[in-house]
């Protein structure tokens, strides 16, 4: 079992950056794939990028390419998500994810992901 808990979201101006944390508890987050997902109001939450758990294979949405790096740290049970060059359209709810499973990564799958964590709040102003 695993707890995540997200941290780095606010208010930013278009064009702007922040860098989401996601804190995991446990001994073993070195075995999870991870993800971040967003949901913007009144749309469904979507897949934004995603890392294994070696940290050397990192997946992107469409829209997250170019402006979004996600990174992990192992020693600190954390990842991150950098986002740059925000847009008014990057606002919503960010969550992380953690994926236990060992077999094909289905990383923009939401049924992929054991675990999520309780999302935080970007909002990008024009």
Known sequence: QVQLVESGGGLVQAGGSLRLSCAASGRTFSTYDMGWFRQAPGKERE???????SGTIRYYADSAKGRFTISRDNAKNTVYLQMN???????GVYYCAASSYTGT???????????WGQGTQVTVSS
């Open 85 to 91: 060059s925000l847009k008014p359209e990057d606002t």
């Open 47 to 53: 897949f934004v990028a995603a890392i294994r758990r």
């Open 105 to 115: 990564f289905y990383y923009d799958t939401q049924t992929t992901y054991d675990y």
